[in-house]
C-alpha cells in the first residue's frame, strides 16, 4: 500500500513552520490516541502514521531530504515507527506531550488513565545543591589533586535513617492515596472525561503516613549536620571551572532525592609564573651585560627548578620557549608551554668609573644598531604571533 503524503497526513501546508507542524502533530495524535480509540485498529495505524511523518517533517535535514525526493529519500522510503509500537513513539517523542522523551511522565496516560507501567512517582522533596570553593596550587593543576572537605549540609538523619518516623509501627500505608503516591482526578471536557494525575498533597508522593514523628528531624527526615566528601580534580582545571558531584548536595526531605554539590575551582597565584590558558609565563630579568654575552640562570617551573641559556645578543623582549612545560588540558592529551620572555635591566645609578666605560663603548661600531637588522616587535605583537 503506497505511503500517505506526510503534509497530508499531518494536515499542513508544505510550507508551515516547525512550530505549526508540532502543533499539528499534537492534534492529531490526540485524535487517534489508542487510549482514547480502545480496539481501532485503524486509528492504531493512524497514529503510528502520524509519528512518522512527524520523525520526518519535525527534523530540517530529513523533511530538506524528503521535499526532493519524497519517501525514497527518507530511510530508503521506510518509516521508523509504521511497524513499531506505540511505546516507542512515547519513548522518542516524550517532548512533544510534555514528557521527558526517555519513559516518564506521559500525559496520555494523565488524560486517559492508560498505560499504568509509564507512570512516574515523584517521592519526598529534592535536596537543594550545594556549593563550595576550593583552592588549588599550581602544581595541583598541573598533575590533578585528591581533596578531602568537611562540608556543612542538611544530611539523612541518623535517628530514623531518612525515614521520618519514630519506629517501623509508626508508618502507615497512605488512606487517601492508597499507598500509590498519586492521585487521580476525572473532569468532564468536550472531549469526553480526562484523567490528570497528581503527587499525593498528604504523603508527597512516598504513599505512607507517619503517625508518630522522629523526635530527632521532627518527621523530615533530614537534619543539619557535616559530611566529609572526597573527591579527585583532574588534571588541567582553570580558575573559575565548576565540578559536579551528583547525589552529595542537600539530603531530600521525606526521603526525597539528595540535591549535587557544585565545586567552584580557585586556582591561587603563583608568585613567579602567569597563567595563560594552558601555557605558563615567566618573566626572566637580566643584565645588560648578561643579555649580551649571554648567561645561564635557574627559572621556576611547575616541575622545580630548570637551567635556562640566555643566548648571547639576547634582544630585550624576546620570547623563549620551553616545550611541554604547561599545563595539560581537561581530559585532553599534550601540555602547553612555558614561555620566557627576556626583560633587560638599564642601570641608573652609575659611578664616574662605570658612566666612562660605558662612554667609550657607545663609540664602538658593535653598541650601534646595524643598518637593515631587525628590532624586536612590540610585547603584545610578539604574544599574537605565538598563538596564531
Do not use: W
Not at 116 to 141: A, D, M, P, Y
Not at 221 to 243: R, S
Not at 254 to 280: A, F, K, M, R, W
Amino acid at each position: 500500500m503506497a505511503k500517505r503524503d506526510y503534509y497530508e497526513v499531518l494536515e499542513v501546508q508544505k510550507t508551515a513552520s516547525k512550530e505549526e507542524i508540532k502543533k499539528a502533530y499534537r492534534k492529531v495524535a490526540l485524535k487517534y490516541h489508542p487510549d482514547r480509540n480502545q480496539g481501532d485498529k485503524a486509528s492504531e495505524e493512524k497514529f503510528k502514521e502520524a509519528a512518522e511523518a512527524y520523525e520526518v517533517l519535525g527534523d530540517e535535514a530529513k523533511r530538506q531530504s524528503y521535499d526532493q525526493f519524497g519517501h525514497a529519500g527518507v530511510n530508503g522510503g521506510q518509516g521508523g515507527f509504521h511497524n513499531g509500537n506505540v511505546e516507542d513513539i512515547f519513548r522518542n517523542f516524550g517532548d512533544i506531550f510534555g514528557g521527558g522523551g526517555g519513559g516518564g511522565f506521559d500525559p496520555f496516560e494523565s488524560f486517559f488513565g492508560g498505560g499504568g507501567g509509564r507512570q512516574s512517582r515523584t517521592r519526598g522533596k529534592r535536596g537543594s545543591n550545594l556549593r563550595i570553593k576550593i583552592k588549588l596550587t599550581l602544581g595541583e593543576v598541573a598533575s590533578g589533586a585528591h581533596k578531602s572537605v568537611k562540608v556543612k549540609k542538611h544530611i539523612e538523619c541518623p535517628t530514623c535513617n531518612g525515614s521520618g518516623a519514630k519506629d517501623a509501627s509508626s508508618v502507615s500505608k497512605c488512606t487517601v492515596c492508597g499507598g500509590q503516591g498519586v492521585v487521580r482526578k476525572v473532569t468532564n471536557t468536550i472531549l469526553g472525561q480526562m484523567q490528570t494525575t497528581q503527587t499525593c498533597y498528604a504523603c508527597n508522593g512516598s504513599g505512607q503516613q507517619i503517625t508518630k514523628k522522629c523526635t530527632g528531624c521532627n518527621g523530615l527526615g533530614v537534619v543539619y549536620g557535616e559530611e566529609t566528601l572526597t573527591f579527585d580534580v583532574p588534571p588541567g582545571v582553570q580558575d573559575g571551572m565548576q565540578l559536579s558531584m551528583s547525589g552529595k548536595g542537600n539530603a531530600g526531605e521525606h526521603g526525597g532525592s539528595p540535591g549535587d554539590l557544585i565545586i567552584q575551582i580557585e586556582v591561587e597565584q603563583n608568585p613567579d609564573l602567569e597563567i595563560d590558558g594552558q601555557n605558563v609565563i615567566y618573566n626572566l630579568h637580566i643584565s645588560f651585560i648578561d643579555a649580551v654575552l649571554g648567561t645561564t640562570v635557574e627559572v621556576p617551573t611547575i616541575d622545580g627548578k630548570a637551567k635556562f641559556k640566555v643566548p648571547a645578543g639576547t634582544q630585550a623582549g624576546k620570547i623563549f620557549r620551553l616545550n611541554g612545560k604547561g599545563l595539560p588540558a581537561v581530559n585532553a592529551y599534550g601540555k602547553g608551554d612555558q614561555l620566557i620572555l627576556i626583560n633587560v635591566y638599564t642601570p641608573t645609578d652609575l659611578n664616574s668609573d662605570e658612566r666612562k666605560l660605558l662612554e667609550k663603548l657607545r663609540e664602538s661600531p658593535n653598541f650601534k644598531p646595524k643598518p637593515g637588522v631587525k628590532t624586536e616587535k612590540g610585547f603584545f605583537d610578539r604574544v599574537k604571533d605565538l598563538f596564531e
